[in-house]
Protein backbone atom coordinates (compact mmCIF):
# COMPACT_ATOMS: atom_id res chain seq x y z
CA UNK A 1 0.00 0.00 0.00
CA UNK A 2 1.47 3.18 -0.86
CA UNK A 3 1.66 5.88 1.90
CA UNK A 4 0.34 9.30 0.75
CA UNK A 5 2.49 12.54 0.36
CA UNK A 6 2.57 14.20 3.64
CA UNK A 7 3.01 17.98 3.07
CA UNK A 8 5.25 20.75 5.00
CA UNK A 9 6.94 23.64 5.12
CA UNK A 10 10.35 23.48 4.77
CA UNK A 11 10.10 25.33 8.25
CA UNK A 12 7.68 22.42 9.71
CA UNK A 13 10.11 19.38 8.47
CA UNK A 14 13.32 21.27 10.01
CA UNK A 15 11.31 21.20 13.30
CA UNK A 16 10.68 17.68 12.87
CA UNK A 17 14.51 16.78 12.03
CA UNK A 18 15.10 18.60 15.03
CA UNK A 19 13.20 16.87 17.25
CA UNK A 20 14.23 13.40 15.64
CA UNK A 21 17.74 14.48 16.73
CA UNK A 22 16.79 15.55 20.45
CA UNK A 23 14.81 12.00 20.72
CA UNK A 24 17.70 9.65 18.95
CA UNK A 25 20.91 12.07 21.08
CA UNK A 26 19.96 13.26 24.25
CA UNK A 27 16.57 11.19 24.96
CA UNK A 28 17.23 7.83 24.10
CA UNK A 29 21.03 7.79 25.73
CA UNK A 30 19.34 9.07 28.93
CA UNK A 31 16.46 6.79 28.73
CA UNK A 32 19.18 3.66 28.50
CA UNK A 33 21.37 4.88 31.08
CA UNK A 34 17.82 4.91 33.43
CA UNK A 35 17.15 1.48 32.44
CA UNK A 36 20.52 0.64 33.23
CA UNK A 37 20.60 1.66 36.62
CA UNK A 38 17.19 0.80 37.71
CA UNK A 39 18.19 -2.38 36.70
CA UNK A 40 20.78 -2.66 39.09
CA UNK A 41 18.62 -1.80 42.22
CA UNK A 42 17.52 -5.75 42.29
CA UNK A 43 14.21 -7.19 41.34
CA UNK A 44 12.77 -6.09 38.14
CA UNK A 45 9.24 -7.45 38.87
CA UNK A 46 8.98 -4.85 41.94
CA UNK A 47 10.67 -1.76 40.25
CA UNK A 48 8.32 0.89 39.26
CA UNK A 49 11.64 2.72 38.12
CA UNK A 50 12.27 0.09 35.62
CA UNK A 51 9.11 -0.52 34.30
CA UNK A 52 8.48 3.83 33.88
CA UNK A 53 11.88 3.85 31.95
CA UNK A 54 10.90 1.22 29.79
CA UNK A 55 7.65 2.47 29.21
CA UNK A 56 9.21 6.30 28.50
CA UNK A 57 11.45 3.80 26.07
CA UNK A 58 8.48 2.72 23.91
CA UNK A 59 7.05 6.11 23.39
CA UNK A 60 10.03 7.31 22.47
CA UNK A 61 10.77 4.61 19.83
CA UNK A 62 6.99 4.85 18.73
CA UNK A 63 7.77 8.68 17.89
CA UNK A 64 11.42 8.32 16.28
CA UNK A 65 9.23 6.05 14.13
CA UNK A 66 6.49 8.50 13.81
CA UNK A 67 8.60 10.98 12.56
CA UNK A 68 10.61 9.06 10.26
CA UNK A 69 7.96 7.87 8.40
CA UNK A 70 7.07 11.56 8.33
CA UNK A 71 10.07 12.57 6.95
CA UNK A 72 10.31 9.67 4.75
CA UNK A 73 6.88 10.87 3.20
CA UNK A 74 7.53 14.91 3.41
CA UNK A 75 6.56 16.70 0.38
CA UNK A 76 7.57 20.20 1.19
CA UNK A 77 6.17 23.17 -0.19
CA UNK A 78 7.07 26.66 -0.88
CA UNK A 79 5.45 29.32 1.62
CA UNK A 80 3.47 31.63 0.20
CA UNK A 81 1.42 32.21 -2.83
CA UNK A 82 2.95 34.75 -5.17
CA UNK A 83 0.12 33.87 -7.82
CA UNK A 84 -2.11 35.11 -4.84
CA UNK A 85 -3.99 31.69 -4.92
CA UNK A 86 -4.16 29.52 -1.52
CA UNK A 87 -2.54 26.76 -1.22
CA UNK A 88 -0.74 24.48 1.67
CA UNK A 89 1.97 27.22 2.36
CA UNK A 90 -0.03 30.12 1.64
CA UNK A 91 -1.13 33.29 4.32
CA UNK A 92 -4.55 34.41 4.87
CA UNK A 93 -6.52 36.86 5.73
CA UNK A 94 -10.68 36.43 5.57
CA UNK A 95 -13.50 38.47 7.25
CA UNK A 96 -16.32 36.47 8.32
CA UNK A 97 -19.19 37.60 10.84
CA UNK A 98 -16.65 37.87 13.76
CA UNK A 99 -14.10 39.74 12.11
CA UNK A 100 -10.70 39.31 10.30
CA UNK A 101 -8.55 36.41 10.58
CA UNK A 102 -5.58 35.62 8.96
CA UNK A 103 -4.18 31.60 8.71
CA UNK A 104 -1.42 29.82 7.62
CA UNK A 105 -2.25 27.01 5.43
CA UNK A 106 0.14 24.26 6.53
CA UNK A 107 0.22 20.07 6.80
CA UNK A 108 -1.57 17.83 9.09
CA UNK A 109 2.03 17.80 10.78
CA UNK A 110 2.53 21.67 11.73
CA UNK A 111 -0.76 22.88 13.07
CA UNK A 112 -1.00 24.86 15.71
CA UNK A 113 -4.38 26.60 15.87
CA UNK A 114 -3.47 29.35 18.69
CA UNK A 115 -0.79 30.58 16.42
CA UNK A 116 -3.48 30.70 13.17
CA UNK A 117 -1.77 27.26 11.18
CA UNK A 118 -4.32 25.31 10.05
CA UNK A 119 -4.42 22.41 7.96
CA UNK A 120 -5.14 22.57 4.41
CA UNK A 121 -7.31 19.09 5.64
CA UNK A 122 -9.58 21.04 7.92
CA UNK A 123 -13.21 22.68 7.11
CA UNK A 124 -11.47 26.16 6.98
CA UNK A 125 -8.37 25.28 4.84
CA UNK A 126 -9.82 22.80 2.72
CA UNK A 127 -12.70 25.58 1.70
CA UNK A 128 -9.98 28.11 1.04
CA UNK A 129 -7.75 26.23 -1.06
CA UNK A 130 -7.95 27.38 -4.56
CA UNK A 131 -9.33 30.90 -3.43
CA UNK A 132 -8.10 34.09 -4.37
CA UNK A 133 -8.48 37.72 -2.62
CA UNK A 134 -12.50 38.62 -2.98
CA UNK A 135 -14.03 35.63 -3.49
CA UNK A 136 -16.25 34.20 -1.25
CA UNK A 137 -16.50 30.52 0.35
CA UNK A 138 -18.45 28.38 2.47
CA UNK A 139 -17.07 26.69 5.27
CA UNK A 140 -18.77 23.61 6.82
CA UNK A 141 -18.57 23.64 10.60
CA UNK A 142 -21.09 21.67 13.26
CA UNK A 143 -22.93 24.68 13.95
CA UNK A 144 -24.23 25.63 10.50
CA UNK A 145 -22.32 27.07 7.22
CA UNK A 146 -20.08 29.89 8.14
CA UNK A 147 -19.59 32.47 4.77
CA UNK A 148 -15.98 34.05 4.90
CA UNK A 149 -14.64 36.48 2.73
CA UNK A 150 -10.71 36.48 0.99
CA UNK A 151 -9.29 39.69 2.19
CA UNK A 152 -5.78 38.90 1.01
CA UNK A 153 -3.22 35.90 0.39
CA UNK A 154 0.16 35.79 0.57
Not at 13 to 23: D, R, V, Y
Not at 46 to 60: I, K, M, P, T, V
Not at 96 to 102: A, F, I
Amino acid sequence: MAIPPIHMTAAGKAALEAELHQLEKVRRPEIVARIASTRSEGDLSENAGYHQAREDQSHLEGRVNEIRALLRNAVVVEEGAPDGVVRIGARVTVRDSYGETTYSIVGPTEVDPRSGRISHQSPIGSALLGARAGDQVTVATPGGEVLMKVVEVA
